[in-house]
């Protein structure tokens, strides 16, 4: 019989695991403790934008296959299988990542659990909490009731996700048993066929796996920005440099686009979680680098703000600025520690009316942020504007007409974060187009 499978805490990794679970056959349960989340999934509702995942959680609803409950005694008697995708935000106070959530599942189930199961963490997590976990669980579970742990880290990206899960690049497993490890090979038996490959490790290491390939990849991005910064000084251009790297397969093109820099619920506090845990573990200096990636980043927003106000003649008091763009990347909602929104408060904060306009993300950033403007559309957004900024590259805003949206803007000013735009169509057309790490004529 096929194992039935719980998947604990529902936002954007636990939601998608659940019904790509369903979709490759389990019988799967969702479990959050946010009762108003619950509902909305259960009446087939995404609570977040994510491309392609709504049609599998209708076809999991609709089949029997997937449910929802806020019960950890249903979760208990229901699973074989606990995926545990709870969150592990950045500490208000430090760098160091907030495990409560993790511990407070692991705390309602562990103690439910009367016969043989294996709990699976899959949230992102400091090398050794893993290790500390297996040491909860056992004292937690009834005693002889044969519940075991495994680590099983998450790669999927944000308008990615359903492929990514379905189909990931490798499958890592941290394990301490050989049934844990045919357990999840079982579960993940589909992608295994279909030749993904499949990485069994110790916990920590499984759990290292995870932060250094997100460490790596915004080393990737801030390594490419930091070359925008010297390009910048050199009178050079980033565009044409990075894509004279790019053809270096050593080096290679993806992941490294130049522009505003990274955000998101991910990449930013895992390495800031990174950096704390290698501190405590002696280990600080290996990767003191991540610092300086870091600090380039968030540079990148603080250039982004000058350039913005070099374009409206010195000062943004006053003056028009509309803003292209809040999400932290396209085909995503998110607005977690995003760097388009970070600059329009910063423009804000600096006296310009800003108006701003995302075409997925503007609902939770009118919650977040109500005191900005928001305009239906890109035109909306570039009514009377003295300065056009693209912060997040939207097709729709890469498609753009330079001509039409000419027309709304009082002057025609843009700078694009993202090297979206083709500067000579839009120098073409008028405009003054700027980006960062890029000349400012042809
Ligand atoms: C990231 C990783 O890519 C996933 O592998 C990982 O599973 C996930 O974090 C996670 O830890 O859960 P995600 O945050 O969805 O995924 O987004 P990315 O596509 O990596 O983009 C992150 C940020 O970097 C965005 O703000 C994006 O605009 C920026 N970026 C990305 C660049 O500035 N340049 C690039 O070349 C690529």
Redesign the pocket.
């Known amino acids: 019989m096929a194992r039935r499978v719980t998947v604990l805490g529902t936002g ?2 636990g939601t998608t695991h659940a019904a790509c679970m369903a979709e490759l056959g389990f019988d799967v349960l969702g479990v959050d403790v946010d009762a108003a989340r619950i509902g909305a999934l259960a009446a087939g509702r995404l609570p977040f934008y994510e491309p392609g995942l709504e049609p599998l959680l209708e076809r999991g609803l609709r089949s029997g296959r997937l449910r929802f409950s806020t019960s950890f005694r249903e979760a208990a008697d229901f699973g074989d299988v606990h995926f545990c995708c709870v969150g592990t935000p950045q500490r208000a106070e430090s760098g160091g990542a907030d495990l409560s959530q993790l511990f407070g599942c692991i705390d309602a189930l562990a103690p439910l659990l009367d016969r043989p199961a294996l709990i699976v963490g899959k949230s ?1 997590t400091p090398a050794g909490t893993a290790a500390g976990l297996a040491d909860r669980l056992a004292r937690l579970v009834p005693e002889g009731s044969g519940v075991e742990l495994a680590w099983n880290p ?8 359903v492929a ?1 899960t379905l189909r990931p690049e490798r499958i890592v497993v941290g394990v301490r048993s050989a049934s844990a490890e045919a357990i999840l090979r079982e579960v993940y038996a589909e992608p295994l066929a279909a030749g993904v490959p499949f990485v069994v490790t110790d916990f920590a290491t499984a759990e290292l796996v ?1 932060v250094a ?2 460490a790596f ?2 080393t ?2 801030s390594f ?2 930091a070359m925008a910064e010297v390009c910048e000084a050199a009178g050079a251009d980033i565009s044409r440099l990075a894509e004279a790297l790019a053809y270096d397969h050593r080096i290679g093109g ?14 930013p506090k ?1 390495i800031r979680a990174f950096m704390t845990r290698a501190t405590e573990l002696g280990a600080d200096e290996a990767i003191s680098f991540l610092r300086q990636v870091d600090a380039i980043n968030i540079r990148r927003r603080s250039r982004m703000v000058e350039l913005a106000s070099e374009l409206a003649g010195g000062s943004l008091q006053g003056r028009n600025v509309g803003v292209l763009g809040l999400a ?3 085909d ?1 909602d ?1 607005i977690r520690d ?2 388009a929104l970070d600059v329009a408060m910063a423009l804000r904060g600096l006296g310009a009316h800003v108006t701003a306009y995302d075409p997925a993300a503007m609902d939770k950033a009118r919650l977040a942020h109500p005191e900005l403007e928001y305009a239906g559309s890109v035109l909306g957004a570039a009514a009377e504007a003295h300065v056009l900024l693209l912060l ?2 939207w097709p729709e805003f890469r498609q753009a007409d330079p001509e039409v949206i000419g027309k709304a803007v009082a002057h025609r000013n843009i700078a694009d974060g ?1 090297h979206a735009l083709d500067p000579a169509t839009w120098r073409a057309a008028g405009w003054t187009y700027r980006a960062l790490g890029r000349p400012a004529s042809s």
């Not at 998450?154 to 996700?161: D, I, K, M, Q, S």
């Not at 993806?254 to 990449?267: E, Q, S, T, V």
């Open positions: 954007y990794l992102t998450e790669f999927l990206r944000e308008g990615h996700a990514d995870k390939a997100n990849l915004a990737k991005i490419i920005n993806a992941g490294m686009r130049p522009g505003l820099g990274f955000g998101g619920g991910c990449l895992d932290f990347k396209p995503s998110d995003s760097p997040t590259e993202r």
